[in-house]
């Protein structure tokens, strides 16, 4: 199994700044995921961050607006830059053991 | 993204009935199913998860898989008021999960 930390757990922002969010895993994983997840709605996959690498991100996602950095196996940041009110979702990090996702706490953004 | 697509629901059953979830999938190259379930505000936790067709049992959890069918259902017997949450159907292929768009059940006592 594997523990995630992630942090801040929310958040309120104000439209145009923006926020970084970490996740610490307690073993080292070669990928880690970061998904959006607005109300109501299920997980989108915003991109998979590789140590030593760039993140790989899914269509609709640029870095420019969610850049990503992995600087080591145990440890990813998210952020969300120049926010607007449509930003405003829970996101979360996640890992893969042999059998299942694992998922940080989730962090709940409201943009104002 | 592969598609992985649920009833949405809201479902709601009376305590003690059977709740039936339900997922079809459209890549045949998936090999792993999960169901997750979220309660609000929370993260998603793993329930149960499948590879073989047919059933797979956990307490008062059932999970069914017909690949033919590309086809996944999650039974819950004797429902609880505590089993209230949102479920996700997923997908693996490699290292990505894919998600469904979750069914909301609500057990009423």
């Known amino acids: 199994s594997a523990v995630i930390s992630q942090k801040p757990s929310r958040d309120i922002c104000q439209r145009g700044t923006s926020l970084t969010i970490q996740c610490q895993v307690d073993?080292?994983?070669?990928?880690m995921f970061w998904y959006r997840q607005q109300p109501g709605q299920s997980l989108t996959l915003i991109a998979t961050?590789?140590?030593?690498?760039?993140?790989?991100?899914e269509s609709g996602f640029v870095i420019d607006k969610f850049p990503i950095s992995r600087p080591n196996l145990t440890f990813s940041t998210l952020t969300v830059s120049n926010m607007s009110p449509e930003d405003s979702s829970i996101y979360l990090c996640?890992?893969?053991?042999?059998?299942?996702?694992?998922f940080g706490q989730g962090t709940r953004l409201t943009v104002v | 993204q592969k598609e992985v697509e649920q009833n949405s629901g809201p479902l709601s059953v009376p305590e003690g009935a059977i709740a039936s979830l339900n997922c079809t999938y459209s890549?045949?190259?998936?090999?792993?199913f999960f169901w997750y379930r979220q309660y609000s505000g929370k993260s998603p936790e793993l329930i149960m998860f499948?590879?073989?067709?047919g059933d797979k049992e956990d307490g008062r959890f059932t999970a069914q898989l017909n690949k033919a069918s590309q086809y996944v259902s999650l039974l819950i017997r004797d429902s609880q008021p505590s089993d209230s949450a949102t479920y996700l159907c997923?997908?693996?292929?490699?290292?990505?999960?894919?998600f469904g768009t979750g069914t909301s059940l609500t057990v009423i006592p």
């Open positions: 996640s890992v893969v053991g042999q059998y299942e996702a694992f």
């Open positions: 073993s080292q994983v070669t990928m």
């Open positions: 961050a590789n140590q030593g690498s760039e993140a790989t991100y």
């Open positions: 890549d045949r190259g998936s090999q792993s």
């Open positions: 499948i590879y073989s067709n």
């Open positions: 997923a997908t693996a292929l490699g290292n990505q999960f894919y």
